[in-house]
Each structure stands twice: as structure tokens, then as C-alpha cells.
């Protein structure tokens, strides 16, 4: 998650946050619509859920933000 990395030492330089809470709101985003689209694969076919899971997990630039 490296834009997370990247805001945090933003702010660690700055002590603006703003950078921050934007990264996190990105994330939180982020990772939903990745979990509700597992969850959707997962209820139509579960067998197809599983492997849309580990080839994501196996490809990084896919999750990352």
C-alpha cells in the first residue's frame, strides 16, 4: 500500500494529515470494493471465487493502490 507509506512520511515532515486521511479513505475504498467483488464471485461460483482470489493474491499490481 504505497501510497500509504508515502503520506504517513508526509506528515511525519509536515504534521499535515490531510495526505493521510486521504491514503486511508483510498484504502478503505479500495479494499471494500475488492472484498464485495470476492463476495460476489464467492455466491456465483465458488470454485471460480477461489482461484480469482490466488491469482490476485499472486499478482500485487492488482491490489495495490
Known amino acids: 500500500f504505497p501510497c500509504l507509506s508515502t503520506a504517513y512520511a508526509l506528515w511525519r515532515a509536515t504534521g ?3 495526505a493521510l486521511r486521504d491514503a ?3 484504502g478503505r475504498a479500495h479494499w ?9 464471485s464467492h455466491d456465483e461460483d465458488s ?3 477461489q482461484r480469482e482470489m490466488d491469482a490476485r493474491a499472486g499478482e500485487h499490481g492488482a491490489l495495490a493502490l
Open 47 to 49: 470454485a471460480a471465487a
Open 32 to 40: 471494500e470494493q475488492v472484498a464485495r467483488a470476492l463476495l460476489t
Open 24 to 26: 486511508v479513505a483510498a
Open 16 to 18: 499535515d494529515a490531510a
